[in-house]
Structures are given as structure tokens and as C-alpha cells.
């Protein structure tokens, strides 16, 4: 049944056409393919070849000895350095971009943010007086470079946390040396017959994923703004109704910006539009998918067409030309459903080929021939198209509120500063925040976990930011728009009609959870909230989780002192030792505790009480929502008619 697998009626319609059509999708694949019982809950070690060791009924040690803890917390570790490596990785490529753009290498590039730059700078401790831009942007580069290369001392960003929660992580000793030496030590530890003590092996885990967070994320946010811009709130649209039966529909998916950037410049530019024209379309239409959405959405505007779940399904629209794709949450199956159309899925990065898709390698130094090459590629395709099907539903948005907005939009220019938010909250008015972020999961009836947290969270008075795949699905359903307040409790309603803000709030792609870091740490510092992460009444969420990114950014969240729950399932269940270690041992250690909880309504009520007791403890007044909503001189409504809003409603 369709309708069971996706509450996007855009993803249920291309449901119905793909089995018509008899084209196979993550959708079925995921019917015909039952996950491994054993290793679903960890219990499976295949790190040498005596195994793989099935840890299941009466086998409880592996060949070597190894105790389902022990397999468990490496399988768990060996996730978390995976996605540090593809996240660091994505910043050490934004830190060479910036290298090759400062010294003329890169001549399509420069820096656009110069505050940004020089703020940045500040944080590296790289001198700014009297020097010219393209000086600081190398030294800033280098700098950053060299913080994967590191060997011994500490990451410079860890003195961005705050000083208690650096405390906290000195004494454990988990702070990162060096981005890449703790992913190599992650791999080091849990091969055959090296650290096998469960706690010991997590400690580290732990390390690498904060240098994922406050090292490769966070690089990477900084220098793609310091690059494309800091962005600030801007409008658009989203789901399939943003695809143009007379323009040439080019899809960028993936996760960099670098070559996304010069493909939206291209595609403005007069001579790719004279082409296009001269194939009989009316111009070059750009949407994105997956994290490469989010960044040219949050910079430039370009709509969003779908999460990770609607890149199969948008080939079937036969509308699709061509989809560029660079690195990570990239499908094999693509190419196997394009065989059903004539769409050509380019593969750009030197790190990713697929069989069967047309690689057009990418390279900084000739970025906007190569950008304009695959736009050509793209119009000569053009005319190729068949029968063509767009599900005809949009709707709008308003994204990219960074850290640097928010707290401009708070204290406007003149103070720039987290005390309106922190007031909000110790007045009640604002129960408290939530992160509410990551992938889609074909486990789960898509976008439902997703948008039933951020709906009941708003309507609890529990400000919501996003990133990553939860911003699209929030997007999808209308809940990016202030018309959106109408949803909240009343205490939230009036701080979204004071401010002028939807109350969820989208801050960008996966590494810009690094954003959600700084927005907790200036909260945290501003005063009246405790003195740490872990004293404000915040809860994060990851509904529909799968890559291994959002197990890095799972722990690095929790041992930044916020409590998160995480949906699907536990990859750890099969370990109740690693599951008390990851919920009870991080509540101690970190002050944060980290649950796999399948049922998202059990997992958002967990988080109410959490938030509550996390106001007792600080003294706050109780939350009473009878308080909120009175002053209000006029209607939300006036303003902002009700026919241009709502889920899903059509164009
Ligand atoms: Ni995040 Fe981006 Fe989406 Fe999940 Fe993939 S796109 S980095 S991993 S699937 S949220």
C-alpha cells in the first residue's frame, strides 16, 4: 500500500506510478529486504574473517572471545567514525577550496563573507590587522587544514564549547587531538583483538565524534559561509510542483556547495540560457535534494525538491534532465531507474563514481566550465524527454536562519545577542528548544515521525530548529512559514508574532548542526539558563534516522549536554550493557543521556518531561500556557491569509 509508506502525497502518487511501471525503488527494496535480525541490534562482528561472528541464542562470545558489549560498542563506534569521516571530510574540501580561492588557484571562487572571515579568524587565531582579504583567507585555510593533520593538544573550536563543558571533556579525556587521527583510532581500536572494553571503546567513540562536531561540521559551516555567504532568511518552495514542464530541470543532489554554487550561477548565466532557448526550453529550473538542497537553498534560494527518499521517485517524473551528484546519501538505484527514462545522472566528485551514470569530474580550478559543460549536457537532453508526470504540489518556505541571523533577528544590530530567547524561556513564554533533524528511513512510513515531532513540540510551546532531511519534510508540509504559528501553543505564538518568525526554524544541512551547537553555547552563556549545555531545557531528535552521519552527530550532541532521541530502532539493543553505557553512563559523564526509541509519540513525551525537569532544575516558573497569548492587538490571520498556507495545498 502506497499510502502506508509516505504521508507526502507527491511520494504516495510516484508510488503508485513506479510499481505500475514496474520500476524499482528504496521503497521496495526495503519490502523484499528484511534487515539481518542479528546485526539490526549489533550483535553481528565481522571485523576479521574467523567470522563473521552471528552473537545469537546460545552463542554469546565470538570466536575470538569478544562479548556482545564489546561487538556492540565497535559497531557502534566504527558508525560514529564513518560519519566523522564523511563530514570532515566534506570540511577538509570547503578548507581547500577556500586555499585554492585565496591564492588565485580557484578563480571562480572568492570570499564573499569578509565578517564572516574575519570573525573565523579571530576563533583560529589567525592576525587580521592590516592584512588583505586573500592573506587572511589563506591563512584561515591553512589553519583549518591543519586541524585534520594534528597530532597531539586539542582542537582550537573546543574553546568555542562552553568553559564547564570543556571541563567536563578534559577530565574525561575525550578531547579531540586531531580530526583524522581520532577516525583512524576508531578503526585502530575496534579491529581484531585491540580495545575490548565496551566503555573504553565508547569513550573514544566519543572523542571522534566531537571531532566531527566541534572540528570537520563546524569547519566546514564556517568556511562555506566565509565562501557562498552567511545566510539570512530567504523564501522559496518545495516537493515536485517546483519542476517545470518547459524548462530544463536540473536536480542537484549530495552534500558540497562548491560545485552546486557555480552550477546556480551557470544557470543564470546568458549564454546557457541562449542554449537552452535554442533547444526550445525556456531556461535552466534548479532543485536540490538531500543536504545540497539545504545549502543552496539557505544562500540562494533554490527550491527544495525532496529528502533522501524522493531522489528515486524524481527521475520517474520523466521530467528530470539530469541530476548532478557529488558525495554522500547518493543511491546506486538511481541509475537503474534513469534506465527507465532519459535522464542522466552525473556523477562530479573524485571520490564517488556510479556504474552506469556519466562522471564529469569536477575541479576547482576550471569550476565554471565544467559547471556550464554539465548544464549543456543538460539542455541537449532536453529533447530527449518522453511522457512527462509532475504532481502538482507545492509549498512555500522561508529558510536560513544561521546562528549569526538569529541572534541578529533577537537583538537586532545594535546588540546582537541571546537574551531575548533566554528570557523567553525563563518566562515561560518558550517551554524550551528542540533540534529536530536527519534522514528519511523506508522503516518508517516517511516524514510521519518527522513532522509529528515538530508538530507536537510547537504546539508545547518548544521552539523547533532543523537540518538535513526533517527541514525538507518540515518544508514539504507548510511548517517553514510563520504562517505555521497558528499551530503553536500560545506562549510560542506570541514570541514567532513579536519576532516575525515561523517557529521552526531551518538552519541548514547536516554539518550545520554545528550552528545548533553555537545557538547552544551562546544560550548557555548568555545567563539564566545554568552555565552549561546541559542546564537548558532543550531536547534533540533524529525520527527517521539511518547513515552513519547521524550516529556521529548523535554523540557528539549528547556529549555537548543535550538529551536526544533517536527513532527506528537501536543499534545497540542486542547489548543491554551498551545500551545503560549509552543512556545512564552518558546521564553521568555528560549530563545527557542518548535513546533509540522506535515510538516517536513515547519519544516526544519523554522529551516534554525532560524539558520540564530540566526547568525545575534551574528554578524556573512552571510552564503554564493560561499565562500566554493576551496582548495580542490584532488577528496573524489579517495578515497572512489562510488559502496561501497549509500542508500540501495545491498550486
Ligand atoms: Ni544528513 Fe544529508 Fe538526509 Fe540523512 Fe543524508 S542528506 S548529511 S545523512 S539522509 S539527513
Known amino acids: 500500500m502506497a499510502e502506508k509508506k509516505s504521508i507526502d502525497p507527491v511520494v504516495v502518487e510516484m508510488l503508485k506510478k513506479a510499481e505500475a511501471e514496474g520500476v524499482s525503488t528504496a521503497f521496495k527494496r526495503a519490502d523484499e529486504t528484511k534487515p539481518c535480525p542479528i546485526g539490526h541490534e549489533g550483535n553481528c562482528c565481522k571485523h576479521c574473517f574467523m567470522g563473521p561472528c552471528r552473537l545469537t541464542g546460545k552463542t554469546t562470545v565470538g570466536i575470538c572471545g569478544a562479548t556482545k558489549s564489546t561487538v556492540s560498542a565497535r559497531n557502534l563506534a566504527r558508525g560514529v567514525a564513518g560519519g566523522t569521516a564523511a563530514h570532515s571530510d566534506h570540511g577538509r574540501g570547503m578548507a581547500l577550496t577556500l586555499l585554492a580561492a585565496a591564492t588565485g588557484e580557484a578563480p571562480d571562487y572568492r570570499v564573499k563573507d569578509e565578517r564572516k572571515l574575519r570573525r573565523v579568524a579571530g576563533y583560529l587565531g589567525v592576525p587580521v590587522d592590516g592584512r588583505e582579504v586573500n592573506e587572511i583567507a589563506k591563512d584561515v585555510a591553512l589553519k583549518a587544514l591543519g586541524e585534520f593533520g594534528k597530532q597531539e593538544g586539542e582542537l582550537i573550536y573546543v574553546s568555542r564549547a562552553p568553559a564547564k563543558r570543556q ?26 583483538g585491540v580495545d575490548q572494553d565496551a566503555e573504553h571503546i565508547l569513550d573514544h567513540s566519543v572523542r571522534c565524534a566531537l571531532a566531527d562536531g566541534w572540528g570537520g561540521s563546524m569547519l566546514s559551516t564556517d568556511i562555506s559561509d566565509i565562501l557562498f555567504g552567511t545566510p539570512g532568511p530567504i523564501a522559496s518552495g518545495s516537493n515536485f510542483g517546483v519542476l517545470r514542464e518547459d524548462e530544463v530541470n536540473v536536480i542537484i543532489h549530495g552534500h558540497e556547495p562548491t560545485l552546486s554554487e557555480l552550477i546556480v550561477a551557470a544557470a543564470n548565466d546568458p549564454e546557457i540560457l541562449a542554449y537552452a532557448k535554442s533547444k526550445g526550453a525556456k531556461g535552466v529550473n534548479l532543485a536540490g535534494i538531500c543536504c545540497t538542497a539545504n545549502e543552496v537553498l539557505m544562500r540562494q534560494g533554490v527550491p527544495l525538491l525532496g529528502n533522501f527518499l524522493a531522489q528515486e521517485l524524481s527521475v520517474l517524473t520523466g521530467a528530470v534532465d539530469a541530476m548532478v551528484v557529488d558525495i554522500q546519501c547518493v543511491m546506486q538505484g538511481l541509475v537503474e531507474v534513469a534506465k527507465n527514462y532519459h535522464t542522466k545522472i552525473i556523477t562530479t566528485s573524485p571520490k564517488a563514481k556510479i556504474e552506469g551514470a556519466t562522471h564529469i569530474e569536477f575541479h576547482e580550478h576550471k569550476a565554471m566550465e565544467i559547471a556550464k559543460s554539465i548544464l549543456r549536457m543538460a539542455i541537449d537532453n532536453y529533447a530527449k524527454r518522453g511522457k512527462v508526470f509532475i504532481p502538482d504540489y507545492q509549498d512555500h518556505l522561508v529558510a536560513g536562519f544561521s546562528h549569526e541571523y538569529i541572534a541578529y533577528m533577537l537583538g ?8 531575548p530567547l533566554n528570557d523567553a524561556i525563563m518566562t515561560g513564554r518558550i517551554r524550551g528548544a528542540a533540534g529536530v533533524v536527519g534522514c528519511n528511513n523506508p522503516r518508517v512510513t516517511q516524514d510521519d515521525p518527522h513532522l509529528y515531532v515538530v508538530q507536537e513540540l510547537i504546539k508545547n510551546d ?41 517557529p521552526v526554524l531551518h538552519m541548514g544541512s547536516c554539518v550545520d548542526n554545528t550552528r545548533i551547537l553555537t545557538v547552544l553555547t551562546q544560550s548557555a552563556c548568555e545567563g539564566g539558563l545554568g552555565e552549561d549545555i546541559s542546564d537548558l531545557p532543550v531536547a534533540g531528535f533524529a525520527p527517521e534516522w539511518m547513515s552513519e552521519k547521524a550516529l556521529s552527530i548523535g554523540t557528539y550532541v549528547v556529549a555537548s549536554g543535550v538529551t536526544t532521541w533517536m527513532g527506528v530502532g537501536s543499534p545497540v539493543a542486542g547489548s543491554p550493557e551498551v545500551v545503560k553505557l549509552i543512556t545512564e553512563g552518558y546521564q553521568k559523564k555528560f549530563g545527557a543521556a542518548w535513546y533509540f526509541e522506535p515510538d516517536h509519540k513515547k519519544a ?27 496582548s495580542a492587538t490584532y488577528l496573524p490571520g489579517d495578515y ?9 495545498s495545491l498550486k
Open 167 to 192: 571541563a567536563i571533556w578534559r577530565k574525561l579525556g575525550v578531547v579531540p587531538r586531531g580530526i583524522d587521527r581520532e577516525v583512524v583510532e576508531v578503526l585502530h581500536r575496534t579491529s581484531i
Open 412 to 419: 537586532g544590530s545594535l546588540r546582537e545577542s541571546f537574551r
Open 462 to 502: 518548544i521552539l523547533v530548529v532543523t537540518t538535513g532531511c526533517n527541514a525538507i519534510a518540515c518544508a514539504k508540509a507548510g511548517l517553514l512559514t510563520p504562517e505555521v504559528m497558528e499551530q503553536c501553543g500560545p506562549g510560542l505564538k506570541e514570541i514567532c508574532q513579536t519576532i516575525g518568525i515561523p
Open 604 to 630: 516526544v513525551q519523554e522529551a516534554i518531561a525532560h524539558i520540564d525537569s530540566k526547568r525545575k532544575a534551574l528554578k524556573l516558573v512552571e510552564y503554564d500556557p493560561k499565562r500566554f497569548a493576551k
Open 640 to 648: 497572512f491569509p489562510a488559502e496561501k498556507h497549509g500542508a500540501y
